[in-house]
């Protein structure tokens, strides 16, 4: 089984999908018993999912006028 160090060292590669599916799946094994690894590969998956999604398209001007007045951040707009 893997060490929490040689784990971690895995992980981007991991995340990428660069990885051989037997050391994805020994990270995977590792994630199974190690409560701490699975929740900083957790945190890492959302955050790179969230990343991706959120590359902001241009919002529109007038989309971002009522977004911002629905959330009462009119303050906020450049006038
Ligand atoms: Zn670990």
Same mark, same amino acid.
């Given at each position: 089984m893997l060490t929490c160090e040689e784990m971690l060292g895995l992980l981007s590669d991991y995340v990428d999908g660069q990885l051989s599916p037997e050391l994805c799946e020994a990270i995977e094994r590792h994630m199974a018993e190690c409560h701490n690894c699975y929740v900083v590969v957790d945190s890492l998956r959302k955050t790179i999912v969230l990343y991706r999604q959120l *590359?902001?398209? *241009?919002?529109p001007k007038e989309v971002e006028t009522r977004l911002f007045r629905v959330l009462n951040l009119e303050d906020f707009l450049e006038s």
């Open positions: *590359e902001p398209p *241009e919002m």
